[in-house]
């Protein structure tokens, strides 16, 4: 673990052997902010999945992640964008903000989608799995929302800007990504029932076990960064952070 006393954020490190040096993926690399925070988490990287912790006051634990899918960069150099916002800025948080700006930089290095043969965003049910490790580390650590934050690609699934959540059996998932859907004046679907459509999605899974989750998707193909599309995942993390009352 790093502390950083000066800024009062910490950087943990946890492996999952999935280490790997972003900053080999040139399109990534070339997009994200350049900081003396951006050249940590690059560092810790590379021995495993780093997560950051902002905020130390009572209130509510929130955790933004990015990067289940390593060839969906949009949402990623959001991540990073937003973790050098909070860096910055973070007397305007209100309790804490974990953000995990790149899941498997091992994925993310070589812009694959799968890790180790497998779609994470289908084995969050599997026991083993990175996804399934993050369901029982987010227990762990109480965390009492999460923004999972994916890239779609045109004619795909769901192929658009999106905010997806569920009703049942986690009301405040589906009103999650209504308000993100308002606040950024983008689309919204939210499912009658968790795990039905999707069964191994990290959300639905999240959404099963009682800690509301939402997806939220911007449209770019895969492996590349459309214009706009990281501001828009951008503007639903902090749509999600307003949501649950930790950002002004």
Not at 63 to 79: D, K, P, W
Not at 95 to 116: A, D, E
Not at 154 to 163: I, L
Request: include cysteine.
């Amino acid at each position: 673990m790093i502390v950083n006393s000066a800024d009062a954020y910490e950087i943990h490190t946890i492996k999952w052997n999935t280490h790997g040096d972003i900053s080999k993926n040139k399109i990534l690399y070339k997009n994200i902010p350049k900081s003396t925070l951006t050249t940590k988490i690059i560092k810790e990287s590379k021995k495993g999945t780093v997560i950051l912790k902002f905020g130390n006051k009572k209130g509510k634990k929130t955790l933004i992640v990015a990067g289940v899918h390593g060839n969906e960069l949009s949402s990623q150099v959001a991540a990073f964008k937003l973790v050098n916002k909070l860096k910055t800025n973070e007397k305007k948080l209100k309790g804490i903000v974990y953000v995990i700006p790149v899941l498997v930089p091992k994925s993310t290095q070589n812009s694959q989608r799968f890790f180790k043969g497998y779609n994470l965003n289908k084995v969050a049910n599997k026991k083993g799995s990175v996804t399934y490790e993050l369901i029982k580390k987010i227990k762990k650590y109480k965390i009492d929302a999460v923004g999972d934050f994916h890239c779609s690609r045109p004619g795909g699934v769901p192929g658009k800007d999106v905010a997806l959540g569920t009703y049942s059996p986690c009301k405040k998932s589906g009103e999650m990504a209504i308000a993100i859907s308002k606040m950024t004046r983008l689309s919204y679907i939210n499912e009658k029932y968790a795990a039905v459509s999707y069964p191994g999605a990290l959300e639905d899974n999240l959404n099963l076990n009682m800690i509301p989750a939402v997806t939220c998707e911007v449209k770019t193909p895969h492996g590349t960064i459309a214009k706009g599309s990281v501001s828009k995942s951008y503007n639903m993390m902090i749509a999600f952070l307003k949501f649950n009352k930790q950002w002004s």
